[in-house]
């Protein structure tokens, strides 16, 4: 058995617009490196250069190898590496990416051979260190990459892949992310919704699930319309209306809020003019004064064993 494994997850948007906590797609556009090793003494320890919090109980991939350890009564000490490419806060599924790395490590460190919903629900575990509540949209992404339906009670999820078209522009603005986050923002969603944006929302959800079943990026692009986390979550957001704006002026076929955000993330395909789409939502951001970077992205595979 191997004493060490290094495992390579990417970055994720969660909600898709109308799927808040039940649509996810893995990015291509960063990527964790997250490295477990066996250790003679017994507990964690959690090293990275990163600013990410290196006690276990506070750390995503802690967090999972603590829960794994309990489990599965393995009677060793843990080191993990952690080198983050997923800048953290911004929405990009960062704390999601140590967690799914951890829980594939893990997982062939000890040679378990865990199915996809209990590797998803070990990594889920993570994201309590984050966000508060347990939500699967990113880590499911991040561990079974394309795009991913998330059901609870039973945890089932169903993952497809993403047509080949398909071309994302995300901008991240340079904002001071409070800490607690995703904790702040799902605070601000209404608890009350009005019946008929409910409907709305179920319709444009279930018109990107058959974009993603039959291919059809520009179907997925154009049915990223959400009336009822956006709206609440977009003042929070200095300069996202103008991104928005822009954005779709450029020829996106729709925007929205990357997970809790700030990042603010444009469906298009292939055949857009990608370069134009960035600048104008760094524009968009400019108009408030708020500098940003974009980066263009595709779709990718989950978790990956990168070394032994
Ligand atoms: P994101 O969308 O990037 O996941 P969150 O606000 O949900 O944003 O998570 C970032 C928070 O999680 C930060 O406060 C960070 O300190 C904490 N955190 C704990 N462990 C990690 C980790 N391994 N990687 C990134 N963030 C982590």
Redesign the pocket.
């Known amino acids: 058995m191997a004493n060490s494994v290094t495992v390579r997850a990417p970055s994720s948007t969660a909600n898709l617009g109308p799927g808040f906590d039940v649509f996810g797609l893995a990015l291509d556009a960063f990527f964790?490196e997250v490295r477990l090793s066996k250790r003679k003494e017994k507990g964690i320890k959690i090293i990275?250069k990163?600013?990410?919090?290196v006690n276990p109980t506070?750390?995503?991939?802690?967090l999972v190898v603590k829960a794994m350890l309990n489990k599965f009564k393995v009677n060793s000490g843990i080191e993990i590496k952690?080198k983050?490419g997923?800048?953290?806060?911004?929405?990009?599924?960062?704390?999601?990416?140590?967690?799914a790395g951890a829980a594939v490590a893990f997982d062939e460190l000890f040679k378990l051979k865990l199915g996809p919903n209990e590797l998803v629900k070990f990594a889920g575990m993570?994201?309590k260190?984050?966000?508060g509540t347990i939500h699967y949209d990113?880590v499911s992404a991040s561990v079974l990459g394309g795009f991913v339906i998330v059901r609870t009670e039973p945890l089932d999820v169903i993952q497809i892949d993403p047509p080949k078209d398909l071309v994302l522009c995300i901008a991240i603005p340079k904002l001071k992310?409070p800490?607690?986050?995703?904790k702040v923002s799902r605070s601000v969603i209404p608890k009350k919704i009005e019946h008929a944006a409910k409907i709305r929302n179920q319709q444009h959800a279930a018109a990107i699930i058959v974009g993603f079943l039959t291919k059809d990026s520009r179907r997925i692009g154009e049915s990223v319309i959400d009336e009822i986390v956006e709206p609440a979550r977009k003042h929070m957001i200095p300069g996202f209306s103008h991104v928005k704006k822009n954005a779709l002026a450029s020829g996106a076929l729709g925007v929205t809020i990357s997970?809790?955000g700030p990042s603010v993330i444009a469906f298009a395909t292939k055949s857009s003019n990608l370069k134009r789409i960035a600048s104008s939502m760094k524009k968009g951001f400019s108009k408030a004064k708020i500098s940003s970077e974009t980066v263009i992205c595709r779709p990718t595979k989950g978790a990956r064993i990168i070394k032994k």
């Open positions: 964790d990275s990163d600013p990410i919090p506070k750390n995503t991939a802690g952690i983050k997923v800048p953290a806060g911004f929405g990009m599924g960062s704390s999601a990416a140590s967690a993570g994201e260190a984050s966000a990113n992310v800490e607690k986050k995703t997970g809790a």
